[in-house]
């Protein structure tokens, strides 16, 4: 079946779940593709509408191409497993109760997640990196043309490696590689750089009191009042309930969405107003271990930004000597925890007031959320264009930056395209300044963490 026929099949599907499950967009990094970009759910290869001043000059010509990518929808990790069998376990040996549908219905449930699929690529995830290559080919079909060089690389983990091949799939026979071309290098030094930098491991990683807003919040009053409401859909005794036992069963409704695209019974245990507080603690999570909660957290991935303006470096001295572009196409496979520090080193969504325990109600707008920013198959793309008929030498070389295939304004100027060498200039002391190694080497005196960090 041609891809438009069984998407248009596949449409009241989907709206039917997204309409009934009504939580879709409060998943957090556990969010599906489609809840930023809603017209793929009715046509997955859609470019989506124009957005106004997308349109580039006449005359430039893309040259380099860098896209990182989070690898697509995947399936729970052990953890999560274990804790949702024990949570099903409990209800099931429960007597049933005519008061407690809710308790039933769920008992009822299948359990049919494994302990041996622990965060492995599902067929879904396949899918949103075959149709994602497709799109950006759309987008950029110079630099996709046939017999163009890609470089492709991924962490080592099962499911980037999956990712990266679909991706390679989705392109088709189109890309004519050759056979050394089309291996997908693991590069866990720069999409992995947080499992080797030792401040972070020590200071953020393994220690417990670094979450201590995300503690507090999960004893706050706004977790309590889902905590009492789950317990008695329940009927169990909130005692025998926790926060991390809620947040399972909230993102097993998230999972047989995305995975499964079904309404799980699971969902029936959340208001609109729950799920708001479950994504606030996911969120708060992730400020605090992968955004601008800890210094370390973004200063840790300059290795990679480094080597993002390495390559563009690379690109603009080729084509100034009239080169052929040795690496037209780059793309990246890694995991929200690749980007969110990224982005944040670079300060894209960043609030006025840190995302805190006791401020949830404050951040009801807030910039920092994770669903909209690192859902499965996020992408951040990084377009290198050369420009004919150009005032000025400086305008010859031009970027464009993409997040989720949607432009985004550059901090200096506020709009989607800025000249290469004011884009690296805003960057510079970050540029300079940033050494891995030096960032990541443990302090040699005892100080604490929040000192340090």
Sequence with gaps: MAPRRAAACLLPLLLAAAASAGLGGYFG?????????????????????VAAGARLPAACAPLQLRALLRHGTRYPTAGQIRRLAELHGRLRRRPAAAACPA????????????????????????????????????????????????????SSKHRCLQSGAAFRRGLGPSLSLGGDESEIEVNDALMRFFDRCDKFIALVEENDTAMHQVNAFKEGP?????????????????????????????????????????????????????????????DLKQYWKRG?????????????????????????????????ISSPLIVQVGHAETLQPLLALMGFFKDDEPLRANNYIRQAHRKFRTGQ???????????????????????????????????????????????????????????????????????????????EL
């Design 103 to 154: 308790a039933a219905a769920l008992a009822a449930w299948q359990m049919w997640y494994e302990e041996s699929l622990d965060g492995r690529l599902a067929p879904q995830g396949r899918r949103d990196m075959e149709h994602l290559a497709r799109r950006l080919a759309a987008r950029f079909p110079a630099l996709f043309a046939a017999r163009r060089r890609l470089a492709l690389a991924s």
């Design 222 to 282: 706004e977790m309590r009042k889902v905590l009492e409401k789950v317990a008695s859909a329940l009927c169990l005794p909130v005692e025998e309930l926790n926060a991390d036992l809620v947040q399972v069963a909230f993102l097993t409704c998230s999972y047989e969405l995305a995975i499964k695209n079904v309404t799980s019974p699971w969902c029936s245990l959340f208001s609109e107003e729950d799920a708001k507080v479950l994504e606030y603690l996911n």
């Design 292 to 324: 601008y909660g800890y210094d370390i957290n973004s200063r840790s991935s300059c290795i990679l930004f480094q080597d993002i303006f390495q390559q563009l470096d690379k690109a603009v001295e080729e084509s100034k000597s009239s080169k052929p």
């Design 373 to 451: 920013i690192v859902p499965y198959a996020a992408n951040l793309v990084f377009v290198l264009y050369h420009c004919d008929q150009v005032k000025t030498s400086k305008e010859e070389y031009q970027v464009q930056m993409l997040l989720n295939e949607k432009l985004m304004p550059f901090h200096h100027s506020n709009e989607t395209i800025s000249t290469y060498a004011d884009f690296k200039d805003y960057y510079k002391d970050i540029l300079q300044n940033c050494h891995f190694k030096e960032v990541c080497e443990l302090p040699k005196v005892n100080i604490t963490a929040i000192d």
């Design 29 to 49: 990094t556990k969010s599906r593709y489609e809840e930023v970009n809603p017209h793929l759910a009715e046509d997955p290869l859609s470019l989506g509408p």
